[in-house]
């Protein structure tokens, strides 16, 4: 079978999604499927995947964007059994926005904002904005189609949106939980990144060492978690560990470290930058939070779990569809419950309730692993090519 998976951007550096997605094809050639990748980003061909670069150019990133998209379709229509559309298409059999609906990233975005005149500001710049003006009409465009893309909603929470937001029919919704590629270090490497990362950061053996990993720090809550451990800080402690916090992640820390100085928390909250080592700091903390506003189904969390750590996430977390609360882990249902964020992680430092909530988080390995995902996408593919022939 040949497919045609359409991405704009497939370069690991750039985030989750696409780290996500060169996964995903690497798992679909192991199934057999023959892969062409048609991308912007200037990508190898492996055995069973061959790469078309599309190269656009425009001083417009969002005119860049509408180019790629209409260059691609171009080139796939008639040619493939199926087209696989990550970033929209209208050429599209399958769509599988990874990165979740645009009009509700936006709505997110609006409520990290506090204040009334805030919301309103950053209401106002969002229709300025033209890149996101044209992906919101591109996708607007490709899910009101007719007849409509089958489409994989990696989460409950992706499925809700399509929707809420577009009353898309519920015959052409998929939902196939996003996976993640299991965390096969042997126990002697995990120790030694325990011990290299702590003793990197200053971390004794015996403090609660939380980790956040973000690239958008505003959007995954690391104010949230700021004004938690101000109030951690304050209490007295359960089973008598100091708390410590590890943020990684290409954001800007300066605004994020004077408000931890404000909070008083500033010796216990380090920002490390990126890091190509991420799976050395799940072995070397002991909790993750993710008090994130949006992310439609988070890799890190479920790289977590796959690692054995408990995490703290939200309702506005995708993943959070396989985080049984207070059994594998815990949801919160807003990301600005910052006395129950603390609450939670004040839980856990609690070692035989961690230890509880990882095996019960390890034990569901089969259900986010990649591979589990990528089987799933293929069997929606050999239903959808006869009626498509």
Not at 15 to 31: C, K, N, P, W, Y
Not at 50 to 70: D, E, H, K, L, W
Not at 94 to 119: F, H
Not at 325 to 338: A, E, K, R
Request: hydrophobic residues 40%.
């Amino acid at each position: 079978m040949r497919v045609a998976v359409v991405v704009e951007w497939a370069d690991p550096w750039r985030g989750g999604a696409e780290t996500s997605t060169l996964q995903f094809v690497r798992h679909l050639t192991d199934q057999g499927i023959q892969v062409e990748l048609f991308t912007r980003s200037r990508l190898s061909p492996v055995p069973g995947m061959g790469v078309q670069t599309i190269r656009v150019r425009n001083p417009s990133r969002g005119r860049c964007s509408a180019r790629f998209a209409a260059i691609a379709a171009r080139k796939v229509s008639g040619t493939y059994d199926l087209v696989h559309a990550i970033t929209p298409c209208l050429a599209a059999d399958i769509y599988e926005p990874r990165g979740g609906l645009v009009v509700e990233a936006l709505e997110r975005n609006v409520a990290i904002r506090s204040r009334p005149a805030a919301k309103a500001f950053k209401r106002l710049t969002a229709r300025l904005n033209y890149r996101q003006r044209v992906m919101l009409r591109m996708q607007q465009r490709l899910l009101t189609r007719r007849p409509p893309p089958m489409v994989i909603a990696i989460s409950g929470y992706v499925a809700r949106q399509l929707k809420h937001h577009y009353h898309f029919p519920e015959s052409h919704i998929r939902q196939i939980l996003n996976g993640v590629d299991p965390d096969q270090t042997d126990a002697a490497q995990r120790c030694a990144d325990r011990d290299s990362i702590r003793a990197l950061y200053q971390i004794p053996p015996g403090d609660l060492l939380t980790l956040t990993v973000a690239h958008n720090f505003k959007l995954k809550g690391v104010g949230c978690w700021i004004a938690s451990l101000c109030l951690l800080r304050d209490s007295p402690q359960a089973h008598g560990a100091r708390i410590q916090s590890l943020v990684v992640g290409g954001d800007h820390p300066l605004r994020w470290q004077r408000m931890a100085a404000r909070y008083g928390v500033a010796d216990r909250i380090r920002f490390t930058g990126p890091t190509q080592r991420i799976a050395a700091f799940y072995h070397a903390a002991d909790v993750l939070v993710h008090p994130t506003f949006y992310d439609p189904c988070s890799r890190v969390v479920l790289e977590a779990m796959m690692s054995g750590l408990p995490v703290v996430t939200t309702r506005f977390d995708g993943s959070a569809d396989v985080v049984e609360d207070g059994v594998s882990g815990f949801v919160l249902q807003t990301p600005t419950d910052v006395a129950g964020l603390a609450d939670r992680v004040r839980r856990l430092s609690d070692p035989a309730l961690r230890a509880r909530l990882a095996m019960r988080a390890q034990l569901l390995e089969s259900r986010i692993s990649m591979r589990r995902h990528a089987e799933q996408v293929v069997k929606l593919y050999r239903s959808l090519v006869p009626a498509r022939s």
